[in-house]
């Protein structure tokens, strides 16, 4: 019964804020794209719910939105943790053992590569090809803020900091 109940609540937010944001860009079906965009930022990902719910909006096949939606890489279609970890996994940070890093993470948080969003919705790990940032291999970028240099214990360190801030009323 609870889950049912979350899983309203959740659809119903998340046709609040599509609508929100169809409105606002005047449910013009060439914005299809920022729309997906924003509605994204507010709910960190898209359901199939919002998607469905767009295109009747916008008075498009659901195929499309949704072939838009999984085209674009920016995109998820499931949902992702307040605080994201991107770490690079690139040809300079392998070789300086992100992997090493990303198992730290894995067992930190109790993800794997299969699993990579906490039960609480917390935290995501996103492995990527690559940062843009070489010569401070390995890096790993959390909510946005990037760490260079970055070690095992570091990673570890980065999150029970973020844990202690949302056990104190979550971070500023």
């Known amino acids: 019964m609870r889950e049912t109940l979350d899983k309203t609540r959740a659809t119903a937010t998340g ?20 729309i997906l965009e924003q509605i994204q930022e507010k709910l960190n990902y898209l359901s199939k719910e919002t998607i469905t719910f767009v295109a009747d909006a916008l008075r498009l096949p659901p195929a499309r939105v949704y072939g838009v939606a ?32 990303l198992e730290k993470l894995y067992e930190k948080l109790g993800l794997s590569d299969e699993k990579r969003t906490t039960d609480d919705l917390l935290f995501t790990i996103e492995l990527v090809s690559c940062l843009g940032a070489c010569g401070l291999a390995p890096v790993m970028v959390v ?4 760490h260079g240099q970055s070690t095992p214990q570091f990673a570890e360190e980065v999150v029970d900091k973020i844990i202690a801030e949302e056990a104190k009323g979550g971070r500023e």
């Open 15 to 34: 046709l609040a804020a599509a609508t929100e944001v169809l409105e606002k860009n005047q449910y013009d079906p060439s914005r299809l794209i920022p």
């Open 70 to 101: 999984t085209f674009y890489a920016r995109f998820a279609l499931n949902p992702k943790g307040k605080h994201i970890i991107r770490l690079c996994d690139g040809t300079a940070c392998h070789v300086k053992k992100s992997r090493d890093i």
């Open 143 to 146: 909510d946005g803020e990037v």
